[in-house]
């Protein structure tokens, strides 16, 4: 385990990537934050194709950051399983069912529009 007080954004970033891949979640986007807002470094967005996998890839996502970073997760949602949102630090992560994330379009807020409506296309 590593010392929680020294690990990276990016080094984050790169454990909650990995975990999401390796969980299948689907449409996975990393938002860059950094000198946008203050809140987080990056933010991701990806959805889980039922209730049970979007808890489940962030239960999963929970447990590798702590097994490996030593970062704990503030977690909401999860008993509902239509948006799970991961508070892990300087990553905000949101695990999303498809229909729910269609809905919210949260990506929308940050993405530059060019890159909104090219996703919209590729649809």
Known sequence: MTDAQNV??????????????????EEVVEIPLRG????????????????????????????????ELGVLCKVEGADVGDWVLIDAGDVIVH???PEVREFYQLEKMWLP????EGKAKAH
């Open 95 to 97: 695990v999303f069912r």
């Open 36 to 67: 946008k807002s203050s809140m987080a470094d990056y933010m991701i967005v990806a959805s889980g194709r039922s209730t049970r996998q979007v808890a489940s890839i962030s239960q999963k996502l929970t447990e590798k950051l702590k097994a």
């Open 8 to 25: 990276t954004s990016e080094k984050v970033l790169a454990v909650i990537l990995a975990s999401l891949d390796d969980d299948k979640a």
């Open 113 to 116: 529009a060019s890159k909104v």
